[in-house]
């Protein structure tokens, strides 16, 4: 597979119920961070970005996001907030824009892309080609995902128009991500890190994640190791994509949706993932900054509503019900390939399940970039209502009835303002194993939540979210150190192979 990645370079250069998963189902922190001291260099950038690209707003996210309801209360926000916001300087200038060697013939509408890593001592630049349309799309009209680079002492925060600690545009991959439309040079993004161990934990989130792991996990087992708990949680999607995460979009409707709007669900997608995966930076052996987050395709059973389709962007036109189901359908349902489905094939990647073979991604799908990990299924009339929603390690239902439904204006609030809606936040973490923190017992279980929790809401798996916390519905303390300690429980029950990964490799031009 690492073969089919530096071709990408060079040629083209489960938990509420979970019905039908394997388990049981269930904003951008400001990057005005000033541990980045490069200033604004001019990028000879021409891209195109629909998306807030930089996210730094901490609005509120005030929308009637679940179908359980959205309280307010006034206490204190996190007081252990991003290990990103720590005030020391990196006043290393980057490295100039030297003339790099890249002979490679381009066709009519494609481009170079340097890509620099922004710093003194930084490996010499990175070139790629996007396809015909300006976009960074590869094989199979795959995305081309691009290197996630790694630095002492700081987080990497992604690709970025501009070289300095602010401003500028994100890039994304994907035919609904960055459109370019000239050569362009693109920079890495750093803030300063902060180093933490599961010996940091505060004693009383200790105290009630230790509760769920000796208790309530034993009568309502998640993470068990067996499963989707040992296989198929973004954990384990995240390392066996090399770094990323890709989605697919079930469009279970009858209603059209734009390139707009189509641009915008994917810039969210890649700030709900990867503000579950900020707390995660720096913190015991976790390898990645922020991650590629792209959208494979779209499902529909109507070719039409895919309004200004674009030429390289992949629908998939049918009113098949493969896996993952969830106990009704609305009359549209449609379904992505069986063959780029992470969560139907997951036993057979690593081959844990005893089956006789490992599991391959057809190259005719661009290989391992052209699978999905997760869906995101807007239904319309969905059971429960337009704020309802339903995840598991297969990704998430959310009602979405009409043009302006919950998943689009969702959407479009994050380009508006940098809000991530609640629903989708909770709904990812059952993706990493979560459990819901409302509701009465379950499972022969006496209670679902230990005493000393209380009856506040202290987390974003709470029904309304941890609205303890001012501001936007972001994660808290309590959520960071959720998915740590998660990290660690998971890492310690998976099979060893599910923590090996091959990142994308970062080849400087002319080698």
Excluded at 57 to 84: E, F, G, I, R
Excluded at 316 to 330: C, E, F, M, Q, R
Aim: proline share 6%.
């Amino acid at each position: 597979m690492k073969k089919q990645l530096l071709l990408a370079i060079f040629v083209i250069l489960p938990l509420a119920c979970t019905e039908g998963g394997s388990a049981p189902s269930w904003q951008d922190e400001t990057d005005d961070s000033d541990s980045n001291g490069n200033t604004d260099a001019d990028s000879d950038s021409d891209a195109d970005s629909d998306s807030d690209a930089d996210s730094d707003s901490d609005a509120d996210s005030d929308s009637d996001a679940d179908s359980d309801s959205d309280a307010d209360s006034d206490s204190d926000a996190d007081s252990d907030s991003d290990a990103d916001s720590d005030s020391s300087f990196d006043t290393d200038e980057p490295p100039a824009d030297t003339e790099s060697v890249d002979t490679d013939p381009l066709a009519p509408g494609q481009f170079r892309i340097t890509l620099n890593q922004n710093h003194a001592g930084a490996p010499g630049n990175m070139i790629v080609h996007t396809d015909t349309y300006g976009s960074l799309v590869g094989d199979g009209d795959a995305p081309l995902i691009l290197p996630s680079p790694t630095r002492t002492g700081f987080d990497f925060r992604g690709w970025f128009t501009t070289s300095g600690a602010t401003g500028g545009a994100r890039i994304l991959s994907g035919a609904t991500g960055t459109k370019f439309t000239a050569d362009t040079t693109i920079y890495a993004r750093w803030t300063s890190q902060t180093r933490r161990t599961l010996s940091d934990i505060p004693a009383f989130e200790k105290e009630i994640f230790d509760w769920v792991k000796d208790v309530r996990n034993v009568c309502e087992p998640v993470i068990r190791g067996t499963g989707g708990s040992a296989g198929n949680l973004i954990f384990h999607q995240l390392y066996a994509g090399g770094g990323s995460i890709n989605w697919a979009v079930r469009w279970e409707s009858d209603q059209p949706v734009t390139l707009q709007q189509r641009q915008r669900i994917a810039a969210m997608l890649y700030d709900g993932i990867n503000e579950w995966i900020r707390p995660l930076m720096g913190y015991e052996d976790f390898p990645f900054g922020e991650i590629p987050v792209s959208v494979v395709g779209w499902a529909v059973q109507n070719e039409s509503l895919i309004l200004d389709r674009q030429p390289n962007e992949i629908i998939w036109v049918n009113s098949d019900h493969y896996a993952p189901l969830s106990g009704y359908t609305t009359g549209f349902m449609a379904s992505a390939p069986v063959e780029r489905s992470r969560f139907i094939h997951y036993n057979t990647i690593n081959n844990t399940s005893g089956g006789h073979i490992n599991y391959n991604w057809p190259e005719s799908i661009g290989g391992l970039n052209g699978r999905y990990d997760l869906y995101l299924w807007p239904t319309q009339d969905k059971e429960g209502g337009n704020g309802s929603a339903e995840g598991g390690d297969w990704g998430f239902r959310w009602g979405n009835q009409g043009t302006n439904g919950a998943v689009v204006s969702a959407a479009d609030a994050h380009n508006n303002s940098g809000t991530i809606h609640g629903t989708m936040l909770h709904e990812i973490g059952h993706a990493f194993g979560f459990y819901d923190w409302y509701g009465g017992p379950c499972c022969d279980c006496e209670t679902r939540n230990p005493p000393s929790y209380g009856t506040s809401s202290r987390t974003m798996m709470h029904y309304t979210y941890n609205t303890s916390t001012s501001g936007s519905p972001g994660l808290n303390q309590f959520d960071q150190w959720q998915i740590r300690y998660y990290y660690n429980w998971v890492r310690d029950t998976s099979p060893e192979n599910r923590w090996n990964y091959t990142p994308v490799p970062w080849i400087p031009a002319g080698n």
